[in-house]
């Protein structure tokens, strides 16, 4: 590109650049704009454009999309845009035709080390050290025959892991430690563990380097490890590719590693941040959204005579305006792109009340966006998952808007964890989460698979910790230990932190595989966060956030004492799935579930309490014990839990016929008795058994 190359009017449609015969097509949607300028690089970190290309209002545009044909060009071109156009605070307009800006489509996003934030906030122009977009044509990948796996939706085990904290650690052995290569290395360890379907943290690009608290214990930069502030919908970031960034042009890397998991019968869900961008609030940078169409993109509070200003119900600066026309087009595009080229199987919605929210910022009765999600026909057999909150306490569990969709149960977390840590007056809790929340979700019609369940994600204390600190230990976050949440029903079992005493030792094991066991005997579809089956320790961080160092690293090597947590993890999933009992698509009661402990008591499962089918309900009882199974398909289960410090016999009810109660689980043994691996004799339970303290039992009538 020597010489001017030659352009056309374009097509406004599609938005974004696309690689068509003679060239590329490129659309930008801006209604404020009144000048565009298109700007074409040799290189990301060019800082002078090979060519820029005013758009002429009368001809580059169609109602509000600004279009232009660029003939002889096509993948692997770098581009940026500028906008102009009035600056209003009232209104909310703040254009400056000096800043680069990323294309909301753009299916590609490079950079180098020059990059910077600061720039993008400062006067002046940022060219040399902006981001800018890849010209990608998705058409060019093998997907070698491979398809989608189809998992029964009762038989799902999801993993939750962050791509580059799940192989960065140097004991992960592999070739390409923290990017989507190095995913595909760890497979074979994915499938001996039975996992079905891995749900990766964030993979929209973001920008690292938006954080700006210091470590106050080693004066370092901490950096956006998490993910959760992206920069645009299409893109792959940058940073998990092992490959130069040439090769993005094929969206290589990413689509590696679907197929590689599909080839492995395992799925794989995105966690999406459709609920803001990493642009921030008011002080924050010009990087695209804001520069292009500001109070389109975003949720603005206008006052006459005053600035506009942000709503903030993401807890980040900003609030997308999702219900906006133009944004929920944006939103559905970007769904059908990953769900469709990009061939992932599902999506969880980080904070996707916020979907809920009309453009003032009030919650919906009956919101489109869920709705045009749920029905749409490319996301037809996508998993959809929501986390029913956002962080201006907008608390949707049990009712989330639509009816194909999943929720993460943050309720089923928080009971689980104070009966395990053994809060007095939660055994009737316990009781409806283990059969899947049907009080929260049977009612409206959902099925059990639809209630996520899980007691540690990214977001909190690991499962060791969990066991291990009573309190968060944020320092090194650089917020003097404000960030991170104080309600996280945690126990270190008499010393704060780490220790060398066995005994404290062997109670945090034992209380580790109380909750494992209780997640995964649960009605509802199972979630384990990664490097909880390995022992992994955040030492009590707990919005590790900005902690990309071993903090948050997977560490392939447990701690002696934490050993076995592997084998009980892999054993307890492989239970799970040969009794269909413990997975049922539909609930277990027969009518709405009961939401007084009473009520509890009628249900068809089989409830008792040291003595066979009489409960306890009181406030003062730290036990539970129940029967499932005995149908065509399964074998009788018997599940006994003890939360109290000291040991309680337990009558057993008498199996029919003339089978005897065989255990299969018991948390208070050591390592291989505590889960009996299938073909092995399992022992002979006569007509009682004495719970250990803190310890959950499994009996399989045979």
């Not at 020059?114 to 902006?130: C, F, L, M, Q, W």
């Not at 997907?143 to 004991?171: A, C, K, M, N």
């Not at 037809?380 to 949707?396: F, K, P, R, S, T």
Request: contains cysteine; charged residues 25%; glycine residues 8%.
């Amino acid at each position: 590109m020597s010489h001017p190359i030659s352009t056309s009017v374009g097509s406004p449609h599609p938005l974004g650049a696309t690689v068509q015969p003679g060239g590329v097509n490129f659309s930008l949607f801006s209604s404020s704009a009144t000048a565009v300028e298109l700007l074409l690089f040799a290189n990301f970190d060019d800082a002078t454009p090979l060519q820029v290309i005013r758009l002429d209002p009368r001809d580059n545009r169609t109602f509000s999309y600004w279009h232009v044909f660029v003939h002889g060009v096509g993948e692997g071109l770098v581009y940026a845009y500028r906008c102009d156009g009035p600056n209003d605070a009232e209104r909310g307009l703040c254009f400056d035709r000096d800043k680069l800006l990323l294309d909301p489509y753009a299916r590609g996003i490079v950079y180098g080390p020059r990059v910077s934030r600061i720039d993008a906030i400062a006067r002046g122009s940022n060219v040399a050290t902006a981001m800018k977009n890849l010209v990608v044509d998705p058409s060019h990948f093998d997907w070698q025959g491979v398809e989608p796996p189809r998992i029964d939706p009762s038989e799902r085990v999801i993993y939750e892991l962050h791509v580059r904290g799940f192989t960065r650690h140097p004991s992960s052995g592999v070739r390409h430690p923290g990017t989507f290569a190095g995913v595909i290395e760890k497979i074979p360890y994915l499938r001996e563990l039975g996992i079905t379907t891995v749900e990766l943290m964030p993979v929209f690009q973001f920008d690292e380097h938006d954080v700006p608290f210091v470590d106050p214990t080693t004066g370092g930069e901490l950096t956006d490890y998490w993910g959760y502030n992206p920069l645009g919908f299409f893109a792959p970031h940058r940073g998990y590719y092992e490959e130069d960034w040439h090769r993005m042009r094929y969206l290589t890397g990413f689509r590696d590693m679907v197929r590689e998991l599909h080839r492995a019968g395992i799925e794989i869900v995105l966690d999406v941040v459709y609920n803001h961008t990493g642009e921030g609030g008011g002080d924050g940078p010009t990087l695209g959204f804001r520069g292009i169409d500001n109070p389109v993109y975003y949720l603005l509070e206008r006052v006459a005579g005053q600035a506009a200003r942000y709503l903030d119900y993401s807890g980040t600066g900003n609030t997308l305006n999702c219900n906006h026309p133009i944004v929920r087009r944006m939103v559905l595009d970007s769904l059908r792109y990953w769900a469709g080229t990009m061939r992932v199987d599902g999506f969880r919605f980080d904070l996707a009340t916020i979907m809920a929210r009309d453009t003032s910022g009030r919650p919906m009765a009956d919101p489109p966006l869920p709705w045009e999600i749920e029905s749409d026909p490319v996301l037809q057999n996508a998993l959809l998952v929501a986390e029913a909150w956002d962080a201006a306490g907008l608390y949707q569990v049990g009712h989330f808007p639509g009816e194909r969709w999943s929720e993460w149960n943050g309720i089923f977390r928080d009971d689980v964890r104070r009966f395990v840590r053994g809060d007095h007056g939660f055994a009737p809790a316990l009781a409806r989460r283990m059969l899947g929340s049907p009080d929260l979700y049977e009612a409206r019609g959902r099925e059990a698979w639809q209630c996520i369940n899980f007691v540690t994600c990214h977001d909190g204390f690991t499962l060791r910790d969990l066991v291990s600190y009573e309190r968060k230990h944020n320092l090194r976050n650089g917020e003097s230990d404000r960030d991170g949440s104080d309600q996280n029903y945690s126990a270190n079992h008499g010393v704060e932190g780490e220790t060398d005493d066995p005994a404290i030792e062997a109670v945090r094991l034992r209380q580790m595989k109380n909750l494992l066991a209780i997640l995964l005997l649960s009605q509802g579809t199972p979630m384990l966060l990664a490097g909880d089956e390995l022992g992994r320790s955040q030492g009590g961080n707990n919005n590790a956030y900005c902690q990309d160092n071993p903090i948050s690293w997977c560490d392939w090597q447990p701690p002696r004492a934490f050993a076995s947590l592997h084998r009980f993890t892999r054993e307890l999933i492989a239970l799970r799935r040969r009794h269909p009992s413990l997975r049922r698509r539909r609930y277990l009661l027969g009518h709405d579930a009961p939401s007084e402990a009473e009520s509890i008591a009628s249900t068809r499962v089989r409830w008792h309490g040291v003595e066979p089918d009489r409960p306890d309900w009181s406030p003062s009882c730290r036990t539970l014990a129940f029967s499932l199974g005995g149908t065509d398909d399964d074998d009788p289960l018997h599940v006994l839990v003890n939360a109290h410090v000291e040991p309680v016999r337990f009558r057993l009810p008498q199996p029919q016929g003339l089978r005897r109660w065989h255990a299969v689980v018991d948390t208070a043994r050591e390592s291989p008795d505590d889960v009996i691996e299938h073909g092995r004799r399992a022992p002979v339970v006569p007509g009682a058994i004495e719970l250990a303290a803190r310890s959950v039992v499994v009996l399989v009538a045979r």
